[in-house]
């Protein structure tokens, strides 16, 4: 099955600073998400991103798919990004349709000091 | 519009009893995908519900079953639990099968003793 690394595995930030997440997959895809997962367990959808660029505040995201790589930016972070962040992929199965089953990457967690 | 929604939020079980979760999809929503989340760990896909019919399935025993409902709230049934089975479980709600967007609930964090 489809392969899915996310890097780096844990970083620490000081409140402020700027940072860079990567997520590695292994085949083609139909789908790519980004959650944050917040203390108690629920996973926040960050962005939908099959291809392309997104922004939303803080946070924006890019998707090579032909390269099979997403990268999520988090700039002047803040203690409540803390937490850990997952990239999901639905894998794209034979003909290119796809039935939502989502891999996830192990995760980077994500600590911010103020 | 509400979102997706899972009951209980905590469960403690003993091995070798059954277990019933369950999840209420987001308005609109006709699949239901749960997944399992052991500590330290990304989710791991279980299966897909898609209008009421079992659409897919990860690397899990027979044990583990489901339903969909016409309203197509879900329930996820494990038998026989282990001590293994301890994890954070996740149901996620799409407007379609694939090609789209999920959407999580907060969780049935399950701990068998």
């Known amino acids: 099955g489809i392969q899915v690394e996310q890097s780096p595995p844990d970083l620490i930030l000081q409140e402020g600073a700027n940072s860079t997440l990567r997520c590695n997959f292994s085949?083609?895809?139909?789908?790519l998400q980004w959650f944050h997962q917040n203390p108690w367990g629920q996973l926040i959808n960050l962005f939908y991103?099959?291809?392309g660029t997104k922004q939303n505040g803080r946070l924006s995201a890019t998707t090579v798919a032909t390269e099979r790589y997403s990268l999520l930016y988090i700039s002047s972070s803040q203690t409540t990004d803390s937490g850990v962040y997952f990239c999901?992929?639905?894998?794209?199965?034979?003909?290119?349709?796809?039935?939502?089953?989502?891999?996830f990457g192990q995760g980077t967690i994500l600590t911010v000091h103020p | 519009e509400t979102g997706v929604t899972q009951s209980p939020t905590h469960l403690i079980k003993t091995r070798g009893q059954q277990v019933t979760l369950r999840c209420s999809s987001q308005?609109?929503?006709?699949?239901v995908s749960w997944y399992q989340q052991a500590l330290g760990q990304g989710p791991q896909f279980i299966f897909q519900?898609?209008?009421?019919?079992?659409?897919g399935r990860g690397n899990f025993p027979p044990r583990f079953s489901g339903l969909q409902f016409p309203n197509y709230s879900s329930e996820l049934n494990v038998n026989a639990l282990e001590l293994d089975d301890s994890a954070l479980y996740l149901c996620?709600?799409?407007?379609?099968?694939?090609?789209?967007?999920?959407?999580f609930g907060q969780g049935t964090r399950l701990t068998v003793v």
């Open positions: 999901a992929v639905e894998p794209q199965e034979d003909g290119g349709t796809s039935y939502g089953k989502l891999t």
């Open positions: 519900y898609y209008r009421e019919e079992e659409n």
């Open positions: 996620a709600s799409s407007l379609v099968r694939g090609n789209t967007e999920a959407f």
């Open positions: 308005s609109g929503h006709n699949t």
């Open positions: 085949d083609s895809v139909n789908n």
């Open positions: 991103i099959p291809s």
